[in-house]
């Protein structure tokens, strides 16, 4: 018997549905989440997944209210539900459209994730953050559950709120009754958050001498991307800059092979493969364990600078700790404060103000540019100016405030292409929370 690839695709997706309804995190997620999402793979080709609150099921026709619609070719849908898709590129070439809300399709993205990303419970690494209470540390509980509450809203997704403040945890949410306990293990992909870890790598490369940010990238990769034009420096790829003539007079926001290029240097400067040198020159020195990589990139050897991170959110928390400690971690200068202090003001002012090495910055120094929207002044109107942040497509962020000595890790997944606009909503949210100082 021969099976389309329409009924090898329903087979796919009822198998899926099942592991689904056996999950406890999928089960409390859909419980006030009562939706239909309709599939069309063509003209008269078409199926329906629904939640009732109980349960994930897959129907061929279905009457009852559609909340979205998604429009693709079997093979694209084929690589959707093996989670094979980069679901930014593939909407980017236009090989699906979705009609709707697409807050909902956002919901069954993320229930994928959980399944793929249930931890076993027993071999989990410790979680060694110090912990106290809000009140020991110039916070107030009752303030931050209600800043809680508001990001939930904004956000059907958001799965975590951390804050982190004077080197102490004083407040996790994982917006859970049940499982939250399992949800703050999950390793998390949090896309181009990506990107500033891999700035401290090779912040943590500088230090150890293996390079400075002012070696040629040709010099180390002589067949480098033809983008970056002859001339660059390290430099100009942690600042976005390497892609004009000359070098740092215009950003290019880019996460594909031309800033990949780093983790190629490091790997040829160390000797050793960059996801290597990471983990034993950054990751094992500030406790960061619980971290994994997207299963696109899980059996190369160096580390997808663009995007590819998956983290729990208190081990994001550290990168965090780690940039507002200026480099140094319980005594020991991991990267150098010279180098962090660089990391957290613009290179190249009247070109960006608001970006360091891969990292976003709210000060108030010029101009500034987003993947999507520029500005003057700063990003966030009502934030410090000191405030910087990591930040992944769909609302994924990493929060630094040194003038309150805090740290908030937030992660989520809410359908706006600029996330500028994601972080606004949220510093409004947490902004009644802080301390006045």
């Known amino acids: 018997m021969t099976f389309s690839k329409s009924d090898i695709l329903k087979n796919l997706v009822k198998e899926l549905l099942n592991r689904c309804n056996k999950s406890s995190i999928i089960l409390e997620e859909i419980k006030d989440w009562k939706k239909t999402i309709r599939f069309k793979l063509g003209k008269d080709n078409l199926f329906h997944i629904t939640s009732n609150g109980e349960k994930l099921e897959i129907h061929d026709i279905y009457e009852q209210e559609v909340s979205c619609t998604i429009r693709f070719k079997p093979e694209i849908a084929l690589k959707f539900f093996r989670q094979d898709l980069i679901f930014i590129e593939a909407f980017l070439n236009n090989e699906f459209k979705i009609k709707g809300n697409f807050q909902d399709f956002m ?115 002589p067949d480098a991307p033809k983008k970056i034009v002859p001339g660059s420096k390290i430099l100009h790829l942690l600042t976005q800059t390497s892609e004009t003539d000359p070098p740092g007079s215009n950003f290019r926001y880019n996460s594909a092979e031309e800033i990949d290029t780093l983790s190629k240097i490091l790997t040829k400067a160390t000797g050793m493969p960059s996801k290597e040198f990471a983990k034993k020159f950054l990751s094992n020195k500030i406790d960061l364990e619980n971290y994994s990589w997207f299963k696109t990139f899980e059996t190369q050897d160096d580390i997808p600078v663009g995007w590819g991170l998956k983290i729990t959110p208190s081990d994001a928390a550290r990168l965090g700790q780690l940039i507002l400690q200026k480099g140094n971690w319980k005594g020991r200068q991991i990267i150098s404060e010279e180098y962090i202090s660089n990391l957290m003001r613009p290179t190249f002012v009247e070109t960006n103000s608001g970006y360091g090495y891969l990292v976003w910055l709210n000060n108030a120094l010029g101009q500034w540019h987003r993947p999507f929207k520029s500005g003057i002044g700063k990003m966030i109107s009502n934030a410090p100016e000191d405030l910087i942040y990591a930040s992944g497509f769909f609302g994924r962020f990493i929060i630094i405030i040194p003038s309150l000595d805090m740290v908030i890790v937030t992660f989520g997944k809410k359908f706006v292409w600029e996330s500028l606009e994601t972080i606004q909503e949220i510093y409004d949210a947490i902004e009644p929370a802080l301390p006045k100082n």
């Open 107 to 221: 919901k069954l993205t993320t229930l994928m994730e959980y399944l793929e990303d249930e931890p076993d419970l027993e071999a989990i690494s410790k979680d060694e953050w110090s912990v106290g209470n809000p009140e020991d540390h110039g916070l107030k509980k009752p303030l931050l559950d209600e800043a809680a509450i508001k990001l939930k809203s904004l956000d059907i997704n958001r799965n975590s709120f951390l804050v982190i403040r004077n080197g102490v945890l004083v407040y996790e949410n994982y917006f859970s009754e049940k499982t939250a306990q399992i949800r703050k293990l999950i390793h998390y992909d949090v896309a181009s958050v990506t990107k500033t870890f891999a700035a401290l790598v090779i912040g943590a490369a500088v230090k150890e001498g293996y390079i400075t940010v002012n070696d040629s990238i040709h010099d180390w990769i």
